[in-house]
């Protein structure tokens, strides 16, 4: 009798793993070093620095709905790719130039890459003709000069070097700005005091062009509930005049790399309850343009939505923040409130800012819960030296375990947070495996006590 409880108990237990292992392998299993080889790879010079309307960006945005038609994702619109109209600077072909002519007729002639470079503000003009006699301003580390509707800034920063490269704004009051090393600089204001003219010529123009958000949809059973949309920018800013590749692999291969391996994870659960939108977003660098461009052109579909924005996904920093609107300080959110619980029961720290610095704020602004989630390290990015050398992996590994376990809870059935436990799978495999260990006791006894 004893014999046959223990062989029903036994199929039942094998029969229970068995079916939790088929479970575990029909679904895709999140991997953070897998990220890191997506995040060495959208920041290599294949992909040129993703400038958005550059080639590097059409190529990266083509990459991502490679991943989209291999999954079979529902479109949002129409297509995959939605494309919009932007401004971008591009290589003109002019040799960049900065001379300084004294008044006595003097001249220096500084050296590119070395004493001046182009910030990446704007280029309403690449050439002109300065002097003290235009409208001016300085103070100790900048030179403002108004010349007609012209605004051109020279300055230095404190690092005293030329590697940061700053977004680009068209709207920008700036017709293009240079940065100077301090030497250079000081040489600079010293002769337009006393009469001197600085001839400039740099080697961007502006020129028209498209960009591409990427976007689409794993549909949910009812139309009714509102979405999760999970977004993260692609862009970042090309390969300077001197060749050097500003890849970003933090910012943001990071958030992208991240965001594609949540969507493989993702697509091989079972048909959530509502939809989980993935918008992959262009021209972030540019004046968060792709996450206006969403947030306008599929306005009913994201009605009463809840957003979250990854940007910098593994820098090795103390907390992962959560940053949200400025604009948000005094409204309650209850995605942050959410998402806060779910990092403390995870011993997870978290820290809370306030800042328009990523694709947040037009979600914040259509009235959506909207924030960023980041690891907030600013030390490298929009620089050369922004590469995956820096990314921690512990970092990608909290970020994920606190959005995958909010989409769990706000997006599935509890049996399907049931069934897909992981924890569950290791009890019935251990369940069989002391099973067998108190059959083998057993026939090992009746052994003994047989001799």
Same mark, same amino acid.
């Given at each position: 009798m004893k014999e046959k409880r223990y062989k029903i108990i036994m199929s039942i237990s094998v029969i229970i793993f068995l079916f939790f292992t088929l479970i575990q392998c029909s679904i895709h299993h999140f991997n953070s070093r897998d990220i890191l080889n +997506?995040? #060495?790879?959208?920041s290599s010079s294949e992909f040129e620095g993703r400038l958005c309307g550059s080639p590097g960006g059409k190529k990266t945005s083509d990459y991502i709905e490679e991943v989209f038609k291999t999954l079979n994702l529902t479109p949002l619109g129409e297509n995959y790719k939605n494309t919009f109209n932007i401004i971008t600077p591009t290589v003109n072909g002019d040799t960049p130039n900065l001379e300084l002519e004294d008044s006595k007729g003097k001249k220096t002639k500084f050296k590119y890459g070395d004493d001046f470079k182009e910030d990446f503000l704007n280029f309403k003009k690449s050439k002109a003709t300065v002097s003290y006699k235009d409208t001016h301003k300085s103070n100790k580390d900048s030179i403002v000069i108004k010349q007609g509707e012209d605004i051109f800034l020279f300055y230095f920063n404190q690092e005293n070097n &030329?590697?940061?490269?700053?977004?680009? @704004?068209?709207? #920008?009051? @700036?017709?293009?700005? !240079?940065? &100077?090393?301090? +030497?250079?600089?000081k040489t600079i204001s010293k002769s337009l005091e006393k009469g001197g003219k600085l001839d400039i010529t740099l080697p961007y123009s502006l020129k028209n062009s498209y960009a591409s958000n990427v976007s689409g949809v794993i549909k949910g059973k009812s139309d009714d509930l509102p979405p999760l949309v999970l977004t993260a920018h692609f862009d970042h800013l090309g390969v300077d005049y001197l060749g050097?590749?500003?890849g970003g692999a933090l910012d943001n291969a990071s958030g992208t790399a991240f965001l594609l391996e949540i969507l493989r994870v993702l697509n091989s659960y079972p048909t959530p309850n509502r939809d989980i939108i993935f918008a992959f977003l262009d021209g972030e660098e540019f004046g968060f343009l792709g996450s206006?461009? &969403?947030?306008k052109t599929y306005k009913d579909k994201l009605k009463g939505a809840t957003i979250i924005n990854f940007d910098m996904i593994g820098a090795d920093t103390e907390n992962t923040t959560l940053m949200r609107s400025l604009k948000a300080k005094d409204k309650f959110s209850n995605l942050e409130?959410? &998402?806060v619980k779910i990092a403390e029961s995870k011993d997870i720290s978290t820290n809370i800012t306030f800042e328009d610095s990523s694709d947040h704020v037009p979600f914040f602004e259509s009235g959506l819960d909207s924030l960023t989630l980041?690891?907030?390290?600013? #030390?490298k990015i929009h620089t050369p030296f922004d590469t995956i050398d820096n990314i921690y992996e512990p970092s990608i590994d909290d970020a994920y375990n606190i959005v995958f376990k909010y989409t769990l809870e706000n997006c599935y059935l509890n049996i399907t947070r049931l069934l897909y436990n992981e924890t569950l799978h290791i009890a019935s495999f251990l369940i069989c495996l002391l099973l067998v260990g108190y059959n083998i006791q !057993?026939?090992?006894?009746e052994s003994k006590n047989n001799r």
């Open positions: +997506e995040i #060495s790879y959208l &030329l590697d940061f490269r700053s977004s680009f @704004i068209q709207y #920008s009051k @700036i017709s293009f700005a !240079v940065c &100077l090393s301090e +030497e250079a600089f050097n590749n500003y206006y461009e &969403l947030s409130k959410s &998402l980041t690891n907030d390290d600013t #030390s !057993v026939k090992i006894r």
